[in-house]
């Protein structure tokens, strides 16, 4: 049995599959970048992260000598992505980096 532990990062998703006893068993990063349309905003397309998690994801699995049976995941507690009903992204990502709303704060 081994471990994926995944992070979001602002400028990558990292992944490391650890073994049991601790043993780093693969790891991968798959990189992307924010979006700034307008001065002082952050975005990111959700399609992004989800790509980027699935290759890297897939890549330390498959490297992993252990099938992995335990996933954690973190993330930016600040970033959204708006959903509609059907739980699908009504609108890029707004990053936890993004300052469009400094004047109302």
């Known amino acids: 049995m081994s471990f ?14 650890f073994s049991e006893d601790g043993r780093v068993l693969a790891q991968g990063s798959h990189a992307y970048s924010p ?13 992004k992260f989800w790509d980027a998690l699935r290759a890297v994801s897939r890549a330390v699995a498959a490297e992993a000598s ?3 049976e335990v996933l954690a995941i973190s993330s930016h507690g600040e970033t959204f992505i708006p959903v509609d009903s059907r739980q699908q992204p009504v609108s890029k990502a707004i990053l936890n980096i993004d300052n469009r709303a400094v004047a109302e704060a």
């Not at 994926?4 to 490391?16: E, F, I, P, R, T």
């Not at 979006?35 to 399609?47: F, I, K, Q």
């Open 35 to 47: 979006e700034s349309p307008r001065p002082g905003w952050a975005e990111m397309s959700p399609d």
């Open 4 to 17: 994926l532990a995944v992070d979001m990062g602002s400028s990558s998703c990292k992944a490391v599959v």
């Open 66 to 68: 252990e099938p992995v």
